[in-house]
Structures are given as structure tokens and as C-alpha cells.
């Protein structure tokens, strides 16, 4: 079947390893079901695959793409919840410490079509496209465990979301503004604060700036660029929930700022299969569709993983079959 995947790792060239072309097609073992595929979205996890972080070295080549959604055998139209647990686990499916992610063990949803376990597929709501569906499971997942979840944000309180325009930033924004909170971004640019602010943002600023005063929350994802204004921005007693580290981790934890102004540090991954149900519950309920910024055919993908590379992301990117 047609494919687009990682035929090994390359640490320092991620491209490197993008193949566009033919996979074998998948089995399906009894309890799994298989979900042909009609649109997927691209994280920042795949280019961590293609430089083989996360992964083992025999699980190449891998069928990249964590988030899907598309149809069953029977007509069904379902979306994937990425998160794979052992045999047998039962509970918050996070904290399972044998979970994996698609694409770490198992092949993904950049194909015609992907194998999950039959729990790991949900009802997609007509009023739905296939394309924002597919945009759910990773990135919208986790800007919703980290806002209502881990940090427990309520109607009225400031948040900082660190950066505006990626997969997860721009889902941060938009649930926290529906949510009813004060939403401060920092973007790089200024056309990326200007989406921010389309998006909800009621205050944007450049990367590192003073806030005009201190937050309740902050959402980071970004890493060593930001953690240092992360906790400078927060009052005392403040949440930061931190779930990403695209600028590489910070190795000073500014221990003496945490303590002292008893900061609480959480970190966050991914979501529960009933968080993504409460997920697309609300963005029925508030009428919230994720900004997608680029659909492309899942055959010229390599232009979605380049932008992504390259910064130049406004909103999700989305591949359709
Ligand atoms: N723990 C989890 O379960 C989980 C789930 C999803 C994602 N993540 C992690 O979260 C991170 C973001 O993922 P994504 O898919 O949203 O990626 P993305 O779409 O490429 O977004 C990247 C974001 O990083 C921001 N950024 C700010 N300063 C940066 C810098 N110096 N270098 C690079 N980026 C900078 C960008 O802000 P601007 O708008 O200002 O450019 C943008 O908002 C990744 O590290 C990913 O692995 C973790």
C-alpha cells in the first residue's frame, strides 16, 4: 500500500529518511481493527522519529503519523486515539509505563490504511470533517490535558501559552479562549502573533518580553528558548505544564525561583481515549474548529514535514488520501 515512512534514523538529518512509496500491507490481529485512512495530521513526534528519538533502531523502516481518522470496514467513521497500551492495562492510559505512541512500536497513519486496537478508535461526529478529526489525537489531546487536566484552568484566570502558531500552541489558544480564560501568547513573528490573536489571544508578545503582569499558568512547549520566561512569568503559587521541548531540554532548572515561590511544575503527555471523548464534546458543544494551516495530499508530504522543519507552521498540517 502506499506509504510515507522513515526507512531509518538520522539524528542530524531528518529528511533524510522520508520515504515516499510502498508498505506492505497491514494484518489484523483479532481485537485490532483497521482504519482506512482519510486524512492525517503531522506532529512534531514524526520529525523525532526520522531522527530516530523514541524509537528502537529495529522498529525501521516506520509508517510515520500518529493522528488519523477515517473509516472501518463496516462504514463506521472513527478517529485514533495514538496511545497504545499493554495487554491488559487498565486505567489512565498515560501512565501506563508500557504505553507507546503510533509510529513507536506500531506503524502509523500516513498510508491507506493503519491497525489499532478496536479501543483505540472513537466515533467521529459528522459535523466533522475527516481533516479536523485527524488533528485531534495528538496535538488538540494534549493542549486539552494540559489546560483542564493538569493545570485545571478556570473561566477568568491568565494564561501564557509559549508560541503561537505551532500544532499545539494553536490549540492552547483556542481552548483556553472558549474556556473562558485571559490568554497571553509570545510568537516570533509578527504574523504569528497576529493568527494568535485570531485565534482568541487577547494579548500577544514577542518571544521573551515582559508580561505586563504576572500569569496563574503557563503552557510550554518549546523548552530552553522559553523555560527561564516561563517561570519568570508566573506568580507565586502558578502552574507551568510543560509537555514538549522543541529547543532542546534546559539543563537550569532555576531551582531557587521554584521553591521559593513555590512554582508546581507538571509535566503532561498525550491524553486519556475518554479525554479525547470530552475533547470532541467540546468542540461540538463551543463550535471550535482547529486552525489548520496547510492540507496537502498525503503524496506530497515531504512539503509538510518542511515546513514544520522550517518553522513555518500556522496551525496544523493536514494530509489527505
Ligand atoms: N508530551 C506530549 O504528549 C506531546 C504532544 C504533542 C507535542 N509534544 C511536543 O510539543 C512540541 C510542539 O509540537 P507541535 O507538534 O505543536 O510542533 P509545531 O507545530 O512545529 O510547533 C512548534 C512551536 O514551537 C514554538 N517555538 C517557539 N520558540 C521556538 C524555538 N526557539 N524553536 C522551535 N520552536 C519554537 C513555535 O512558536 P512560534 O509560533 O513562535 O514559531 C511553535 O508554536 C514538540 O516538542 C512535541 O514533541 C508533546
Known amino acids: 500500500m502506499f506509504a510515507v515512512y522513515a526507512s531509518a534514523p538520522h539524528a542530524d538529518d531528518p529528511m533524510a529518511g522520508l520515504t515516499i512509496g510502498e508498505r506492505p500491507e497491514p494484518s489484523v490481529p483479532e481485537g485490532w481493527v483497521r482504519v482506512d485512512v482519510r486524512a492525517a495530521s503531522l506532529n512534531m513526534h514524526d520529525v523525532w522519529t526520522l531522527r530516530g528519538v523514541g524509537i528502537a533502531a529495529e522498529s ?55 491497525v489499532v486496537p478496536a479501543g483505540n478508535v ?7 470533517s475527516f481533516a479536523v478529526a485527524a488533528t485531534l489525537g495528538t496535538a488538540w489531546l494534549t493542549a486539552y490535558r494540559m489546560l483542564f487536566v493538569q493545570a485545571g484552568v478556570r473561566p477568568g484566570q491568565t ?47 514577542e518571544a521573551g518580553a515582559r508580561l505586563p503582569e504576572r500569569v496563574d499558568a503557563v503552557f510550554e512547549t518549546v523548552g530552553k528558548a522559553t523555560w527561564s520566561h516561563s517561570l ?46 470530552d475533547l470532541v464534546s467540546f468542540l461540538r458543544l463551543h463550535d471550535i474548529r482547529p486552525q489548520i494551516g496547510l492540507t496537502l495530499p498525503l503524496e506530497q508530504a515531504t512539503d509538510g514535514f518542511r515546513a514544520m522543519l522550517d518553522g513555518e507552521t500556522t496551525g496544523k498540517i493536514v494530509f489527505t488520501r
Do not use: Y
Not at 502552574?239 to 513555590?262: E, N
Open 60 to 114: 525501521f523502516p516506520m509508517i510515520l503519523g500518529c493522528d488519523g481518522a477515517g473509516v472501518l470496514a463496516d462504514g463506521t467513521e472513527v478517529l485514533i486515539h495514538p496511545v497504545i497500551n499493554a495487554p491488559g492495562w487498565r486505567g489512565d492510559e498515560t501512565l501506563d509505563p508500557r504505553r507507546t505512541l503510533l509510529t513507536e512500536r506500531h506503524q502509523g497513519t500516513f498510508a491507506d490504511s493503519v
Open 122 to 128: 472513537i466515533p467521529k461526529p459528522p459535523e466533522l
Open 159 to 205: 494564561v501564557l501559552v509559549q508560541g503561537a502558531s505551532g500544532g499545539v500552541s494553536t490549540a492552547l489558544i483556542q481552548l483556553a479562549s472558549a474556556a473562558g480564560a485571559r490568554v497571553w501568547v509570545t510568537g516570533r513573528t509578527e504574523e504569528k502573533r497576529a493568527l494568535a490573536t485570531g485565534l482568541g489571544a487577547h494579548a500577544t508578545f
Open 232 to 277: 519568570k512569568s508566573l506568580k507565586p503559587g502558578g502552574t507551568v505544564v510543560v509537555a514538549g521541548a522543541t529547543s532542546g531540554p534546559d539543563p537550569s532548572a532555576d531551582l531557587q525561583r521554584v521553591f521559593f515561590l513555590q512554582l508546581r511544575v507538571l509535566g503532561s503527555t498525550m491524553g486519556t481515549r475518554q479525554e479525547l471523548v
